[in-house]
């Protein structure tokens, strides 16, 4: 089947329209397959997660799923709703309704991207700005701090109750995607507040998420930090500070270890932006985008092939790691 953006909304009707029409779809719906991106962070895992165990209460043969690793990150087996999860190699081939959650492109689907020509109906859901729409319907509310919060949004209109259970699946996406807070916009502490109103233990889910590392993390860190490059010069003068991970470092540790090291190379001062580059594969790069204010690497991120927030972006590449950092500096001017 082919997803044409426009078949059920058109990408310029009201917020208020899409959500409408988001329901309208969710409720009719008779088995339903939910795909997080590869790479799993809080907010898919958590968005997924959550929209599964409303469908499951329903009644709706639901599955939920990602293409890789083949494990759930070991800070979120505590999420409720895992039970929904399934291997990707046991995915249906036909759905329903197929809903992908804050997945930026069909390609962020990893192998499980083929699911989309056996739905009925596709539904994206997401906040990312470079979202290249690619589902039957697509709701993307890029002012939005995470796709938790959009969620919410939906579960509100659909007439969803929020409890402890749902809510500790979105508060889990809303403290990463904001970075505990720490670029929260108006209306996130209210939203917070919400959710911990439900008697959720906020500390005890941001420690898991954010807080918790084996042991090997540190001496990864240690590699990879002491190897770290400052390139004043880079950014018109503003600073680039970039990493690499080799596959070398990070051998036995998952993913979210590799995805943490972002975050404390963006916080060295004399850089307006931070990359760090992961080697998946030997000349394969998937990198990582952070800035202080000024540039808006999502729009870098998209010359590059990739997209994401002003502030958090990222890409994929392939070669040496010096002609990858080569070809940002000069993306970055």
């Known amino acids: 089947m082919t997803n044409c953006p426009d078949t059920l909304t058109s990408t310029s009707a009201p917020h208020e329209v899409q959500l409408q029409q988001t329901v309208d779809v969710l409720d009719g719906a008779t088995s339903v397959t939910i795909l997080c991106h590869v790479q799993p962070?809080?907010?898919?895992?958590?968005?997924?997660?959550?929209?599964?165990?409303?469908?499951?209460?329903?009644?709706?043969?639901?599955?939920?799923?990602?293409?890789s690793p083949d494990k759930l990150p070991v800070s979120m087996e505590g999420?409720?709703?895992?039970?929904?999860?399934?291997?990707?190699?046991?995915?249906?081939?036909?759905?329903?309704?197929?809903?992908?959650?804050?997945?930026?492109?069909?390609?962020?689907?990893g192998s499980l991207?083929?699911?989309?020509?056996?739905?009925?109906?596709?539904?994206?859901?997401?906040?990312?700005?470079?979202?290249?729409?690619?589902?039957?319907?697509?709701?993307?509310?890029?002012?939005?701090?995470?796709?938790?919060?959009?969620?919410?949004?939906?579960?509100?209109?659909?007439?969803?109750?929020?409890?402890?259970?749902?809510?500790?699946?979105?508060?889990?996406?809303?403290?990463?995607?904001?970075?505990s807070f720490r670029w929260?916009?108006?209306?996130?502490?209210?939203?917070?507040?919400?959710?911990?109103?439900?008697?959720?233990?906020?500390?005890?889910?941001?420690?898991?998420?954010?807080?918790?590392?084996?042991?090997?993390?540190?001496?990864?860190?240690?590699?990879v930090l002491s190897s770290a490059v400052l390139a004043r010069d880079a950014v018109g003068g503003r600073g680039l500070v970039h990493a690499v991970i080799r596959c070398s470092d990070w051998a036995g540790l998952g993913s979210e270890e590799v995805e943490s090291v972002i975050d404390i190379v963006r916080t060295t001062v004399e850089a307006e932006v931070a990359a760090v580059l992961?080697?998946?594969?030997?000349?394969?790069?998937?990198?990582?985008?952070?800035?202080?204010?000024?540039?808006?690497?999502?729009?870098?991120?998209?010359?590059?092939?990739g997209g994401g927030h002003r502030f958090a972006a990222g890409y994929t590449a392939s070669g040496a790691d010096d002609s990858v950092i080569a070809a940002l500096r000069e993306a970055l001017g």
């Open 41 to 67: 962070d809080a907010d898919t895992i958590g968005s997924g997660l959550a929209l599964g165990i409303v469908f499951a209460r329903k009644g709706v043969p639901v599955q939920v799923a990602f293409a």
């Open 79 to 109: 999420l409720p709703g895992t039970e929904l999860l399934v291997p990707a190699a046991a995915v249906a081939e036909k759905a329903d309704l197929l809903v992908t959650v804050d997945c930026g492109s069909a390609g962020r689907l």
């Open 184 to 223: 929260a916009q108006e209306g996130t502490h209210t939203l917070a507040e919400r959710l911990l109103s439900t008697g959720i233990d906020g500390a005890a889910i941001a420690r898991s998420l954010l807080d918790t590392h084996p042991f090997g993390w540190l001496p990864m860190l240690g590699s």
């Open 278 to 305: 992961k080697e998946s594969a030997p000349g394969s790069w998937s990198v990582s985008l952070r800035s202080k204010g000024s540039v808006d690497v999502a729009a870098v991120a998209e010359r590059l092939g």
């Open 113 to 179: 991207a083929s699911r989309l020509d056996g739905a009925r109906r596709s539904l994206v859901i997401d906040h990312h700005r470079s979202n290249t729409r690619y589902g039957m319907l697509n709701l993307i509310d890029d002012s939005a701090e995470s796709t938790t919060a959009v969620l919410v949004k939906l579960f509100d209109l659909w007439g969803v109750p929020i409890d402890a259970d749902l809510a500790h699946c979105l508060y889990a996406g809303l403290v990463t995607d904001t970075g």
